[in-house]
């Protein structure tokens, strides 16, 4: 090979291996401090468009299962509402079979009618008064639970009602046995009543913990996805800092060694 001061080839290309070597050790350095495979478009731009997108469909998700416990929890509150107006009814029950039955006095009867008003006036303030999220739980108006996967929708729709002692049709007074025995009638319906939306209740409730478990294997499969795309391989890019460690080494020990190659020209003219 003929000895030339005007380029350094040899230079030239150690300058370009060392470049490469630095480009490749920050590459593993960024991945390993990160822990993620692609830090940029450069990186793997297919992969992070689906990354991206898996991601996406994540975060709908992740929501979605917010607002299907939001949605659960909503019922649940109507659930116990229900269950305590069941037991005022039982108790009512109790107090209408008393006061019908002929040996009690009109004081007494007086008495019982008195504690059945105040069962009465208790249902009402438990329809009007039960609240959730700021939000009356009993209402006619329909609500709606929104579900998503960030590219297909779906939503359960429920309506509690109203709840009250005239919807539940409790008219009649406790204060002769006639009218005792007519409200006993009206209790008991009103018990069915009660029961039958609670078991609509209940349906609802199943049906939206049902699509919180489907979101949750969701969100845990598609994670799976997005990390088996994003995540970086701990192991490999440990053999890789070695290596490239190693050659960034070598390579600057060459360049030193290739530039000191043209001071062997000075030696013919001495």
Known sequence: MALSILNNIASIAAQNQVNITATGLQR?????????????????????????????????????????????GNLQVADGAFGQVSNLLNRAITLATEAATGTVSSSQRTALDAEYTAIKAEIDRIGTNTTFNGASVFSASTTSIFLSDGGSNSTLTTTVGTLSSTGLSLSTDLTSASNAATALGEINTA?????????????????????????????????????????ADIAQEVASLTKFSILNQTGIAALAQANSQQSSVLSLLR
């Open 28 to 72: 593993t350095l960024f991945r390993l401090s990160s822990g993620s495979r692609i830090n940029s478009g450069a990186d793997d731009a297919a992969g992070l468009a689906i990354a991206d997108g898996l991601r996406a469909n994540i975060s709908a998700l992740v929501q979605s299962g917010r607002n299907a416990n939001d949605g659960v």
């Open 191 to 231: 018990i069915a009543t009660v029961a039958g939306n609670r078991g609509t209740v209940g349906a609802v409730i199943n049906r939206l913990q049902a699509a919180q478990n489907v979101i949750n294997s969701q969100v845990q499969n598609l994670t799976a996805a997005e990390d088996g795309i994003r995540a």
